[in-house]
């Protein structure tokens, strides 16, 4: 419960916005109980408004909020109800983008998060490794190697890291590293609009950064934890030496 829509004009008074926080929170649970079911459906909202024993005002209020939290959503009609629904992982991604903007998080600053994320990605998806990693880590350099040839120096190293971070298995640590690659990626772009966009430098920089990456693959798929570990902290410091000195 993060007390969303707090500052609303809601017809209802402070007590029921509490209440309705409350029941939302206690459908929230519920619906985690039942193990997240996509696409099943709760109750209708009678059946519903019984259950939880609220007026319905507090009830479309709390549902408001469900919504809003991406848990469940109101469908109407017959066979209606509420139904369970997924978080889409892009608008929990741009919320979060915004939130470290507003934040004035600096590129430093990302690049701190990024080295404890990433290194902590890379021996654990050293650890689950498969034939079938091995091809998307191998299939990731590719793309990016097609990608600095066709002249894209922006955006094109995402990708790489994106794998590796999936391979890890661990959706905390995926949704952070594209979280900050894209952050990372909207201050460069916001840097060439201002200052111009850089040419040769800047493939050389891609090139380099695309070897940093072979060489950080290679370490992988041998299974070397403590060498793969070490190429990422010294890619990582590499393309953050790059910055202009922020404070
Ligand atoms: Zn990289």
Known sequence: MTGDGKSD??????????????????????IVKEGWRTGSVLGSERELIERYGVSRAVFREAVRLIEHHQMARMRRGPGGGL??????????????RVYLRHAAVNRRQLFEARMALELAGVTTAIEKLTESGIARLT?????ERELIERGVTLGHARHLHRV????????????????????????VQD??????RPDEGNREAAVESHQAHQ???????????????????????????????ES
């Open 83 to 96: 139904v369970v629904t997924e978080p889409d992982p892009g608008i929990v991604r741009d919320a979060a």
């Open 9 to 30: 004009a809601a017809p209802a008074g402070r007590g029921s916005q509490r209440l309705a926080e409350t029941v939302a929170e206690l459908i929230e649970k519920d």
């Open 139 to 143: 299939d990731a350099l590719e793309t």
């Open 164 to 187: 590796i971070a999936e391979l890890a298995g661990n959706p905390a640590i995926t949704l952070f590293v594209e979280v900050l690659a894209q952050l990372d990626q909207d201050m």
């Open 191 to 196: 840097e060439w609009e201002t200052d111009g």
């Open 215 to 245: 060489a950080m693959v290679a370490a992988i798929v041998a299974g070397d934890a403590p060498l793969a570990q070490h190429r990422m902290r010294r890619h990582l410091q590499a393309v953050a030496e790059l910055l202009k000195n």
